[in-house]
């Protein structure tokens, strides 16, 4: 079964440090998709990010970054010079069964709380 | 454009009674999904739905049920509430299924 873990439950800097959170993901499936979403305390979640399973490129974006390594099943997010702005739970989230468009969902981790003082 | 919508944004229930939360897609979408977020977890898979029909169902008890119409637009119901169901309950709309999912901001159920 698939499975997101996301080791670090809280995480405070002062703004403009750099931030890395980290998202380990288990699947059985070839093809699938990986995610990142952004939640503030208003409760919607925002897009930030989706990678198929076959385009390893890092990917860039203004202040925010991702790596994607299948070798060690590892899909991290970098936060560059961060901001007070910055501050929300974090989800990195995973979709497989593609081939049945994605139907069963996706399967999120259990959020990183980032907080970001000024 | 509008968003995803969802209504109502707080709902308060007793134990035992019955509940019923809307969600309306961004336009243009087909595929509704449904997930329940406890405090401090991420959010939990429910429902899929895409052109009307069911395409997928998480670990959630049959007191939990949905539906979609013509619209897309798309109802949640839960049965026998009990206060393990108060949850933040959010629906995302995609093009297909698999896309970018889009998200509501929610409805805060809470069941006392």
Not at chain 1, 21 to 49: A, N
Not at chain 2, 6 to 30: A, Y
Not at chain 2, 94 to 112: D, H, I, K, N, P
Request: aromatic share 14%.
């Amino acid at each position: 079964a698939q499975k997101v873990t996301q080791a670090q439950t809280e995480i405070s800097v002062v703004e403009k440090e750099d931030v890395t959170l980290d998202c380990v993901y288990e699947t059985r499936d070839t093809t699938y998709y990986l995610f990142w979403y952004k939640q503030p305390p208003s409760g919607e979640l925002v897009f930030l990010i989706r990678r198929n399973s076959f385009d390893e490129q890092n990917e860039i974006s203004g202040r925010y970054s991702w790596n994607f390594q299948k070798s060690t099943s590892s899909f991290n997010f970098t936060i560059t010079a961060s901001q007070v702005v910055d501050s929300a739970v974090y989800f990195c989230a995973l979709s497989e069964a593609v081939v049945r468009g994605g139907a069963d969902g996706l399967t999120f981790g259990k959020g990183t709380h980032l907080i970001i003082q000024p | 454009d509008a968003g995803v919508t969802q209504s109502p944004t707080h709902l308060i229930k007793t134990r035992g009674q019955q509940v019923t939360l809307r969600c309306s897609p961004i336009s243009g979408h087909k595929s509704v999904s449904w997930y329940q977020q406890v405090l401090g977890q991420g959010p939990q898979f429910i429902f899929q739905y895409y052109e009307k029909e069911e395409r997928g169902r998480g670990n959630f008890p049959d007191r939990f049920s949905a539906r979609q119409f013509p619209n897309y637009s798309s109802e949640l119901n839960v049965n026998a509430l009990l206060l393990g169901d108060s949850a933040l309950y959010l629906c995302a709309s995609s093009w297909t299924g698999y896309t970018e999912a889009f998200f509501g901001q929610g409805t805060r159920l809470t069941v006392v």
